[in-house]
């Protein structure tokens, strides 16, 4: 997975943390969450706001579902 991949690591994020509050959360946590999936393969210092706000919606649109 890379970080373009948001779908998928919120997937992935829901499965590995379902017990997280995703609405209010630091996203100094939701990168190293993200980065510690199994799977990423990614450059951890290619994330910005934007790409972790992206994957905070998705997650928590993968939890409302």
Request: charged residues 40%; without cysteine; proline residues 3%.
């Amino acid at each position: 997975m890379r970080w373009t991949d948001i779908q998928d690591i919120a997937i992935e994020l829901e499965d590995a943390h379902p017990d997280k509050d995703n609405l209010n959360l630091r996203f100094t946590d939701l990168h190293k969450w993200v980065t510690e999936l199994e799977g990423f393969e990614d450059d951890p210092a290619k994330s910005n706001e934007k790409i972790l706000e992206a994957i905070q919606m998705a997650w928590i649109d993968e939890r409302e579902d």
